[in-house]
């Protein structure tokens, strides 16, 4: 492998760790905070892809579907959380994935009936179809660059949220100790609205920016989730800033696997999990 190809699958691999991130970010953020199992999480994922597509067909703008489909998958969230979710907090782990498994067939079903079962293409916005030039025979997207940095001042943007505000503030006192956070004032409930809706919007947002380079097709939530569910585990459920390097390390294993080992690629990322759970069983960081 000479260095442009060394290049262009590092950027691969980078774009594709940090579109985990978004996903593994609102995952354990969900777990991590309301102690919630959501199975559920991937069709957030494909929820954003078809409304990226319908959107941008209704519109002819793929920002004001970005822009659009964001507001909708965070009022989808938090009519989401309040409906049936809340309820289920202090039920049973089985009882929650029971729910968030019945939720995927439902999600289906309606993604069937309102958008039919065929695959779709999302069109890259003009100013984002050019390739930058590495050598003289190859280029890399600049929409993939493009999905790089939403996902990176996304990242950004959580990690100021958590870390530098009052609500942030709240949220990990509300991890910490719900009932201490509950008897000193906050409003435990919309904290956990606020956070679950998070988790959805990060989840959305990472399925439409992705659709112009993955298409659109049914049971597309299905196929990530696993991946999002490793990320998780590897990195410690709970822990954002493990989420974020398990993802970096996810990417770059898969990518390279399937360059470097095209045989045993499927199983690398699996064998990575288990070398880390064998090293370190609450994963890379704690919550």
């Known amino acids: 492998m000479d260095f442009a190809n060394f290049l262009i699958q590092l950027l691969n691999s980078v774009q594709y760790g ?27 994922y494909m929820l954003g892809a078809y409304l990226a597509w319908s959107i941008s067909s209704m519109t002819g703008s793929f920002t004001v579907a970005i822009i659009g489909g964001a507001v909708l998958s965070v009022l989808f969230g938090l009519v989401l959380e309040r409906l049936l979710f809340r309820h289920f907090y202090q039920r049973d782990h089985l009882d929650q994935v029971l729910l968030t498994f019945g939720l995927i067939y439902i999600f289906e079903e309606m993604r069937s009936i309102l958008w039919g079962d065929d695959v779709h293409g999302v069109k890259i916005p003009e100013l984002l179809s050019a ?31 958590i870390s530098k505000t009052r609500l942030g503030m709240k949220i990990r006192a509300g991890a910490f100790n719900r009932d201490m956070t509950e008897a000193l004032g906050v409003n435990i409930k919309f904290i956990h609205a606020i956070v679950f809706a998070i988790g959805v919007a990060l989840a959305t947002v990472a399925g439409m920016i992705a659709s112009p380079i993955s298409s659109v097709y049914p049971n597309m939530g299905s196929q990530v989730l696993i991946m999002c569910f490793v990320v998780v585990v590897i990195g410690g459920i709970g822990s954002v800033r ?12 898969d990518t390279f696997g399937k360059v470097l080992l095209p045989q045993v690629a499927g199983m690398l990322v699996y064998m990575l999990m288990a070398a880390v759970l064998l090293w370190k069983p609450e994963g890379l960081f704690k919550q």
């Open 18 to 44: 940090l579109l985990l991130f978004m996903l593994a970010a609102g995952l354990t953020l969900i777990f991590g905070i309301m102690g919630v199992v959501n199975l559920a999480h991937g069709s957030f």
């Open 242 to 253: 493990g989420a974020l390097i398990s993802a970096l390390l996810v990417g770059l294993v």
């Open 131 to 161: 390739s930058v030039p590495l050598t003289d025979n190859l280029s890399y997207p600049v929409y993939r660059l493009f999905m790089s940095g939403v996902c990176v001042a996304l990242a950004i943007g959580l990690y100021l949220l």
